[in-house]
């Protein structure tokens, strides 16, 4: 089968002769990137949805109502940005969205475009793994001591930190 049917829907592959045991090992590992890149992209879209009721439930409570929601800042701080953030990154990269310079970039053709397109990747590559890394340990580091986001809120703040790193992987 051509690789452009590879990704119709479970019935338009069964007409068209392809089975599960049909798909190769990278076709596979494709779709299972695909569906959790899919899943991180919902969860912040998610997150942006809840962090916007989250405000303005604040706003209201505060200037209506006079009574602050305690802890919104620190939910948002803590769990939506990161997450709005991070859970995008694998989908901006799958569809090379990503923001680029492109005053030298657009003048290259051919070969030296493709070495610099694989040296962008390389350092990208790098820094990415270093920060997933990074934000690893330190979750790991704050589930170890114990570290908990406030005395009204006794959430682990390692569950929080546990989002850069899961971000990043995928």
Request: charge should be positive; charged fraction near 20%.
């Amino acid at each position: 089968p051509a690789p452009a049917r590879q990704w119709l829907p479970r019935r338009a592959r069964a007409r068209e002769g392809m089975t599960f045991e049909s798909l190769t090992g990278r076709v596979l590992l494709e779709r299972i990137l695909a569906t959790l890149e899919d899943a991180l992209s919902w969860m912040a879209r998610l997150s942006l949805q809840i962090l916007l009721g989250l405000m303005l439930a604040q706003v209201i409570a505060r200037y209506f109502f006079n009574q602050p929601l305690g802890e919104v800042i620190t939910l948002t701080e803590t769990y939506l940005m990161p997450a709005l953030v991070f859970f995008g990154l694998a989908t901006v990269q799958r569809h090379r969205e990503h923001v680029r310079v492109d005053i030298l970039y657009a003048r290259f053709r051919g070969r030296p475009k493709q070495i610099i397109d694989i040296c962008i990747w390389i350092v990208s590559a790098a820094y990415w793994a270093l920060i997933a890394y990074c934000g690893a340990q330190e979750a790991h580091f704050s589930w170890e001591m114990g570290y908990e986001l406030s005395k009204d809120l006794p959430v682990p703040v390692a569950s929080a930190l546990v989002i850069v790193p899961i971000g990043t992987i995928i």
